[in-house]
């Protein structure tokens, strides 16, 4: 969908934003740009809607050089999040909403209807189109920002640090509410970050840049997380990344095996046959909590709980939530260090299709690290 050949961008004053760029971002995937301060992540951005003009190379959308495409045309043709949401203070949200659709003659009923349907798709009440930006909170108008962008339903979405401004709890809904629309939506989408945790959770590709605006490594997460390319790309991931990968990384193809019976600890079942507790043998010391894991859930969420376990082992349940067995510490181990194998095994530079799951809600990461 969005293609850069050799591309450069050297600013007046000499500075080298961009360094001869080549990179292809996939139809329908998300690609997350990333880097420390100054390295050309958003020059990059900004390049593919005009709002930088590269300096040689060129930069095609659906096939088509943006260069020789109308600015404002083209602009219009894409949608556009940035960090605080840029939203027009004196016009209510509905009317926000509806600004490129009418800039492209839809009407304004036309548009208004849009805008409507657009506000449930991003989880907003219908009360909210009412209001003005500065009535929303945060978390609220960043939502609006992306329903805008999405107003004229264009097929690429540039989203440059769209959630950086807010809090953390208000950050992780706004992810979960992207990877949503992503399923549905399917659009194409550029994301730039500094943050690699919100990358790995988000990107399908992720792309590493160093200060001046060297591409230095481009891979599927679990690629970029298991094989490096150099030390800057090891150093930027962190110390934890054999964690990130854990979280990429479904429960489903650990084994499991029957609850035990006769231990020191035994689950306790509702009457449906859904984990409740952790309960003694000898029935004085208090019961301990069970958080038991879907299929979808992530090995990290597993390796977590099976450290909270007072047994070591995690309750495994169905789509009804009925206890389907348990998996142990070790067979955990063992899932993680087989996909990290599968991972050093590939060609550098492979793009390996992984199954995502979700980051691990409510994780005790700091135990985690302690003991594993």
């Avoid at 909403?97 to 449930?120: F, H, N, S």
């Avoid at 909170?137 to 950086?164: C, K, N, T």
């Avoid at 953390?168 to 939506?185: A, G």
């Avoid at 991931?237 to 095996?257: D, N, T």
């Amino acid at each position: 969908m969005i293609q850069f050949d050799t591309v450069h961008k050297r600013f007046p004053n000499g500075t080298t934003a961009v360094h001869d760029l080549t990179l292809d971002m996939p139809e329908g995937g998300v690609t997350v740009l990333v880097g420390s301060s100054g390295c050309g992540k958003t020059t990059t951005l900004r390049m593919i809607n005009r709002m930088v003009e590269p300096t040689s190379g060129a930069i095609r959308v659906g096939g088509r050089d943006v260069l020789e495409q109308d600015a404002a045309d083209l602009r219009r043709s894409i949608g556009y999040v940035i960090q605080q949401s840029g939203l027009f203070p004196h016009r209510t949200v509905l009317d926000n909403i509806a600004t490129v659709p009418l800039l492209l003659g839809w009407g304004r009923r036309k548009a208004r209807a849009r805008a409507a349907e657009l506000l449930e798709t991003v989880g907003l009440t219908a009360d909210a189109g009412k209001r003005y930006p500065h009535q929303l909170s945060g978390g609220q108008q960043q939502r609006v920002g992306v329903a805008r962008a999405l107003a004229a339903d264009p097929p690429v979405l540039l989203m440059d640090e769209p959630f950086g401004a807010v809090d953390p709890v208000v950050r992780t809904q706004l992810q979960d509410e992207l990877l949503r629309l992503q399923r549905e939506l399917s659009k194409t989408i550029v994301f730039v970050t500094h943050d690699i945790d919100e990358a790995v959770r988000l990107g399908d590709r992720i792309a590493v840049f160093r200060t001046g605006g060297h591409l230095v490594q481009c891979a599927a997460p679990a690629e970029l997380l298991a094989r490096p390319a150099d030390d800057f790309v090891a150093d930027f991931l962190g110390a934890e990344r054999g964690l990130k990968l854990l979280s990429l990384v479904p429960l489903a193809g650990v084994p499991q095996g029957p609850a035990p019976q006769d231990g020191d600890w035994a689950l306790r079942l509702d009457a449906a046959g859904a984990p409740l507790a952790w309960r003694h043998k000898d029935g004085d010391a208090a019961d301990l909590p069970v958080r038991p894991l879907r299929d979808g859930d992530s090995l990290l969420a597993a390796l977590d709980e099976s450290l909270a376990s007072p047994t070591g082992l995690v309750a495994r349940v169905d789509a009804e939530g009925r206890l389907t067995g348990v998996s142990s510490r070790d067979d955990i181990h063992e899932g993680a260090a087989r996909e990290r194998d599968r991972c050093v095994r590939g060609p550098v530079g492979t793009d390996h299709a992984v199954p995502r799951a979700p980051a691990a809600a409510g994780s005790t990461r700091d135990d985690v690290e302690g003991r594993a």
